[in-house]
């Protein structure tokens, strides 16, 4: 009998530890993937394809819908046994179906990114991560304010063939950045253009030449100058009419107190620091952002123009092929960002005495803050953690080993995020250097110039604000102020 108990006893100490271990398992959601004609295995068609999904989250909840699929970014045709793609999700008749997946806000349209360049799978999503952390929307939206996207890491099967790590993320899109839609009269017979949203960069005249001023059959893309190419992402039903603040924007470029009224320079300067901070060259130039406005016939702040990142697989020492990685990592220098005169409106603003003085504020801002060297290490490890705990990296690993075909992982993933780590505290050095920071330096000790832009108020979100209340923080001119 008390051989029994002991034996029950052993049992039950055995399943207590494998129930404790496996709590603490991390697990990824799986999304399953089909549409026909199912074609070579891993391909993606490069037009929208009928299917279905299936995504069961970690908690074991399931969605099934169906979904249209095609394949996404420039480099999909480089990269087809692991393409990224767009996913639309649609009900029964096939009309558009919003939903919140794995937490996210609920919409239609999602990315599923294969992080194809990128050997830590990981670069795009943590630099979302420190934008949204570091730098909101100078206006309040139902989504925090918020500028970036944000996503989730998921195993994907297409057609039944794993194809390993993805990241899962919403959009940059009306809703988000809260643009107006096209006033269409009272009979609608006329159309007025009010929010709008350009993305630098397309793949529109990926075969074509682009040397000069040119529009797209359905003039949903644009060559506005040589070698300068633009997508019109909304509103793209009214193409033909919604470039006129795009136009306005180049043909003012040059004229600082334009720029002044039409953006928000502190905006402007905190997304320069942010590429100058992660080294994100590939996103410094004619491609790889978004622009916005509200409202461009509105008056006041609502017509501004707000700069949103995109497409940040280049971040932490990066290149756009993949080839740096084990310790060897981009040293793009921070005079030759400032140097630049692309993209607009970029090369007037750093021009100005005010800017320079925005740009070394918004660093000592990230500095104690998102670009923090912890910040920057925590972010990377719990992503590695999510990765390895669940068993996914090595299955990736395992599985594109055998057929001989590698979209840029590395086997031993903690290894390489140490060494971007140790690449990032010289980075950072760096900066300090370069903004001629020294030690703990607070904002509260930056003195600005007396201009119009250094007497704005903010709040703490850095959201415009003119209606004190008694005992908030704000700041003002780069100074914390107290309303006593």
Not at 97 to 120: E, F, N, Q, Y
Not at 444 to 452: C, F, H, K, Q, Y
């Amino acid at each position: 009998m008390n051989k029994l108990k002991t034996s029950l006893l052993l049992v039950s100490l055995l399943i207590s530890t494998y129930i404790a271990a496996d709590t603490n398992k991390t697990v990824l959601p799986v999304l399953e993937v089909s549409f026909n004609p199912a074609g070579t295995i891993g391909i993606v068609p490069d037009e929208y394809v009928s299917g279905n999904m299936k995504l069961t989250d970690a908690d074991g909840s399931v969605v099934e819908m169906n979904a249209k699929f095609k394949t996404r970014g420039a480099t999909a045709s480089e990269y087809s046994m692991k393409p990224s793609f767009n996913m639309k999700l649609r009900d029964e008749n096939g009309a558009e179906k919003d939903s919140s997946l794995l937490g996210i806000r609920s919409m239609s349209s999602w990315i599923l990114d294969a992080m194809a360049i990128d050997r830590i799978c990981m670069r795009n999503r943590v630099a979302f991560d420190l934008w949204n952390d570091f730098s909101k929307l100078p206006y309040e939206t139902k989504f925090d304010s918020r500028n970036g996207t944000v996503g989730k890491f998921v195993e994907v099967y297409i057609n039944k063939e794993y194809l390993g790590i993805y990241c899962m993320s919403d959009r940059i899109n009306r809703k988000l950045l809260d643009l107006k839609k096209p006033d269409l009269g009272e009979d609608s017979s006329s159309v007025t253009i009010r929010g709008v949203l350009y993305k630098h960069g397309t793949n529109d005249f990926i075969h074509t030449n682009i040397d000069s001023f040119k529009f797209s059959a359905d003039s949903t893309a644009h060559v506005i100058e040589y070698h300068d190419a633009w997508e019109l992402v909304e509103p793209e039903k009214y193409a033909s009419i919604a470039w006129d603040a795009l136009h306005e924007l180049y043909a003012n470029s040059e004229d600082s107190l334009w720029i002044k009224d039409h953006f928000y320079l502190e905006q402007l300067a905190d997304y320069q620091v942010f590429i100058t901070a992660l080294c994100i060259e590939d996103n410094w130039g004619t491609k790889n952002a978004f622009i916005s406005a509200r409202n461009v016939t509105a008056d006041g702040d609502k017509k501004r123009f707000i700069y949103t990142p995109w497409d940040l697989d280049t971040a932490l020492g990066g290149s756009y092929n993949g080839q740096l990685f084990n310790g060897n990592y981009s040293v793009w220098q921070p005079i030759d960002i400032e140097r630049s005169t692309m993209p607009v409106p970029f090369g007037i603003c750093n021009q100005m005495p005010e800017f320079k003085t925005m740009l070394r504020n918004s660093w000592i801002k990230g500095r104690k803050g998102a670009f923090s060297v912890d910040s920057v290490r925590s972010k990377l490890y719990f992503y590695r953690d999510q990765l390895i705990n669940s068993g996914a990296w090595e299955r990736s690993c395992s599985h594109w080993n055998s057929k001989k075909y590698t979209p840029c992982f590395v086997d031993d993933l903690s290894k390489e995020i140490d060494l971007i780590i140790k690449w990032y505290e010289e980075r950072f050095k760096k900066l300090d250097e370069y903004y001629n920071v020294k030690g703990d330096v607070s904002v509260d000790n930056i003195s600005a110039d007396a201009t119009e832009e250094n007497n704005t108020i903010y709040n703490l979100k850095g959201i415009k604000v003119t209606d004190l209340q008694k005992g908030n923080i704000y700041i003002q001119g780069g100074k914390k102020i107290i309303v006593k």
